[in-house]
């Protein structure tokens, strides 16, 4: 599996502007590969926890002496402190990339920055098996079309060609039994000739409904999988907690997981490169995911549609793919509102999948209607 998706976009000068890609693919290991990789993940967890518990106890040292507070450590006083005192007491420190302990600490001060902020919530301590990964920074060559080559790990193969790029920092996690290496790089923005504009309507039963009259049918992988996903669960009940039985089980269980996510966002990314490739402008609405999230009924077929991922992936592909992405108000009567005559019903019930104009007597299906207005708002 890989995928490319922008990061965010960057500007040179008034002239030049690029954007800043990640690409993200599987690698072809051996055990000593493994072994490797799992060490470094474990370096970068424990600089992490210790960082994290060192952090805190400052905090809460300011918080009981308000007079004599300490300064909050930067990522530098940081790594400072674990050469000093962590290094030298576990040697095993020294089997992996210095960087590694180095961009984890990094992390955790962007996470306390964040956290100041009240744009996110106090970091937490790390679990081994659980979010497993670790930044390498330094020289990133890719070799051939499959082989690209780290610091102090050596060389790698992948599942597919990779970007002939240059980069200087890649990061490494596993999902499952699976180990996944990502890197960023910069791309020109192409220039569209295409001056179409298509209307998206979003829903449940279609994932997408376009103004042109085609309807795209989501994956719906969890509703597909959630029987047999509901069966691994329900034996892994009463497995004991860290053995060997149980380790077992919770693998297969996260394998399912990734197999019905990578469903969905493969069928989101053809999608979005579709819709973003092949029409000058597109018009979505801007919805209320976590409000639409609240009606329990349909909270698990809304999230298995992934209309946040859908909105992501579309508002970088229109920028790479020169196309424009226009968002629609969400207060917006789309649906309500005849595409024939404009005019709008007060009333049209969730039940209602057929929209009929009480004015000119237009029948038209509610989710195309919608789509061709949204087209509409773009003159």
Not at 319 to 330: A, E, H, I, M, N
Request: net charge positive; proline share 2%; with cysteine.
């Amino acid at each position: 599996m890989s995928r490319c998706e922008s990061v965010y976009s960057v500007t040179q000068s008034d002239r030049e502007v690029t954007m800043l890609l990640g690409f993200k693919t599987e690698l072809k290991l051996n055990n000593r590969q493994r072994t490797m990789l799992a060490k470094h993940c474990g370096v970068a967890r424990h600089a992490w926890n210790w960082g994290l518990w060192l952090t805190k106890n400052i905090l809460e040292y300011n918080k009981s002496h308000p007079d004599e507070k300490l300064n909050f450590p930067t990522a530098i006083d940081l790594h400072k402190l674990l050469v000093t005192l962590v290094k030298s007491e576990n040697p095993w420190y020294y089997e992996c990339s210095k960087s590694t302990p180095q961009q984890a600490l990094m992390a955790l001060r962007q996470a306390w920055k964040r956290c100041f902020n009240k744009t996110a919530g106090v970091p937490r301590f790390k679990k081994k098996g659980q979010r497993d990964s670790f930044t390498l920074e330094g020289t990133v060559k890719i070799l051939g079309n499959n082989k690209i080559q780290v610091p102090v790990i050596g060389i790698f193969k992948t599942y597919e060609r990779l970007p002939q790029v240059l980069t200087k920092s890649c990061t490494i996690s596993r999902q499952a039994s699976r180990w996944f290496i990502s890197f960023r790089f910069d791309v020109e923005p192409q220039e569209s000739c295409q001056t179409s504009i298509v209307g998206v309507d979003l829903g449940i039963k279609a994932l997408a409904t376009l103004s042109t009259g085609k309807v795209i049918v989501g994956a719906k992988s969890y509703k597909k999988y959630a029987a047999k996903l509901s069966r691994m669960q329900w034996l892994n009940r009463h497995k004991t907690i860290g053995s060997r039985n149980g380790k077992k089980a919770q693998l297969k269980i996260a394998r399912l997981h990734i197999k019905i996510a990578n469903i969905r966002k493969n069928t989101l990314h053809k999608l979005t490169t579709l819709l973003a490739k092949n029409h000058g402008t597109v018009v979505i609405e801007d919805l209320n995911v976590s409000g639409m999230m609240a009606l329990h009924k349909q909270a698990a077929s809304i999230a298995d549609m992934g209309f946040f991922e859908f909105r992501r992936q579309l508002t970088y592909k229109c920028k790479l793919y020169g196309s424009k992405l226009v968002v629609v108000d969400r207060w917006f009567p789309s649906s309500k509102t005849c595409s024939n005559c404009s005019t709008k019903k007060e009333t049209l019930g969730l039940s209602e999948r057929v929209f009929e104009c009480g004015h000119c007597g237009f029948v038209i299906d509610r989710d195309l209607n919608a789509a061709i207005n949204l087209s509409k708002t773009v003159s």
